[in-house]
């Protein structure tokens, strides 16, 4: 399917150019800027992957306040509402508001529900959501951790709600920080599977823990994987040895990935030791799963990634991966991380969870 295979690249150009943070350098909540999408798209244009005739241009589309009220209070939409017609304010410690906030950040749940219906309408075959700001910390009742809207939940269920979608869906979040807002939307669905991959502190203790397993009917649906800091790519896809099972049994009807780049070595804001490679594999076997399961109906949503500079590099090696191209890492990528290896705690895990999941899939057993 890869050769011949139709790729949707969502975006707009509003994301690139607005809701621009009203801080300084360096400050937390300056890395959600205008300058990640900027970024992605000139290096996309540098390496004409928009001149390729199987990747496919796509805008968001509109939303109104009744799609945003599937996922959220009205409290959580007036109060983004209402900062933004004032032009300014603080969301908690963690959301900046401009007057630009509400409308980008309702654009970006329209672009992400735009990919995942092209997808299922076979306008593409995969598609990527170059969205902001990012959704997966958004609750119902408020935002979080840079995040306005919760972009996939919201985007999930409209699809069940006013399109009637009542097939089964995995959602892979690779974000270096665990979707504690995304995953509250389904934690008791069954037809829904969360698989994180994130950066765990093992000596303070965190929330994304391999006993966090869902309930009711959705116990064993919910699956974390929790990785050590300083994770390198020599270690990190060991993750694929719970997920890919769990996919086969579970058979989705298309796999939605929450792509958060922050586990990138230079990202301000995680601590993972990955280079663009780790994106490139694990979109290449993640690929090749969803053929055998899915018709390959993949959909990327842009999470975190703050690295200006590495950003634009792990994006564009998930389309190269996705339309079947090598890719050669940038020079400034081979270096050697002077950090032990992390394979005998991440094997710990890895076992521990497979027992802990062993009542719930009989892959696993």
């Not at 009744?66 to 304010?89: D, E, P």
């Not at 408020?142 to 999930?156: D, E, P, Q, T, V």
């Amino acid at each position: 399917m890869t050769g011949d295979s139709r790729i949707g690249i969502i975006t707009d150009d509003d994301f690139s150019s607005k809701n621009v943070p009203p801080y300084p350098h360096p400050t937390f909540l300056s890395y959600e800027s205008p300058l990640r999408i900027k970024t992605i798209l000139k290096f996309l244009e540098i390496k004409k992957v928009f001149m390729n005739e199987r990747v496919i241009k796509i805008e968001p589309i509109p939303v109104d306040e009744s799609i945003l009220s599937l996922a959220h209070t009205k409290y959580h939409i007036n109060s983004v509402r209402n900062f933004s017609k004032r032009g300014y304010g603080l969301l908690g410690d963690e959301i900046f508001i401009t007057e630009d906030t509400f409308e980008l950040a309702k654009k970006a749940v329209g672009g992400t529900i735009q990919a995942i219906k092209s997808v299922l309408n076979s306008d593409v075959n995969q598609s990527f959501a170059l969205v902001r700001p990012p959704g997966h910390h958004a609750l119902q009742e408020k935002a979080s951790g840079l995040c306005i809207f919760n972009n996939i939940a919201n985007s999930i269920i409209y699809l069940k709600k006013k399109l009637h979608y009542n097939k089964k869906i995995a959602i892979i979040d690779i974000d270096a920080h665990f979707g504690d807002g995304l995953v509250q939307y389904f934690y008791d669905d069954p037809s829904v599977l969360y698989f994180s991959v994130h950066e765990f502190d093992f000596e303070e203790g965190d929330i994304g823990f391999i006993d966090e397993l869902g309930e009711g009917e959705g116990l064993g649906k919910s699956i974390n994987f929790p990785i050590p800091m300083n994770t390198s790519d020599e270690d990190f896809l060991e993750f694929l040895d719970i997920l890919e099972p769990v996919l086969n049994e579970f058979t989705p009807d298309i796999m939605i990935i929450a792509a958060g780049f922050d586990l990138y070595f230079a990202d301000p804001i995680g601590n993972g030791l990955l280079t663009s490679i780790s994106y490139y594999n694990f979109t290449e076997k993640l690929l090749k799963i969803a053929e055998k399961i899915c018709e390959g109906k993949l959909v990327f949503i842009l999470e975190g990634g703050y690295s200006l500079i590495g950003l634009p590099h792990c994006v564009y090696t998930v389309l190269k991966a996705l339309i079947g191209e090598e890719y050669e890492p940038p020079i400034f990528e081979k270096i050697k991380f002077s950090t032990e290896a992390k394979n005998g705690d991440i094997s710990k895990i890895k076992n521990s969870l497979r027992n802990l999941l062993a009542d719930y899939w009989n892959s696993l057993k």
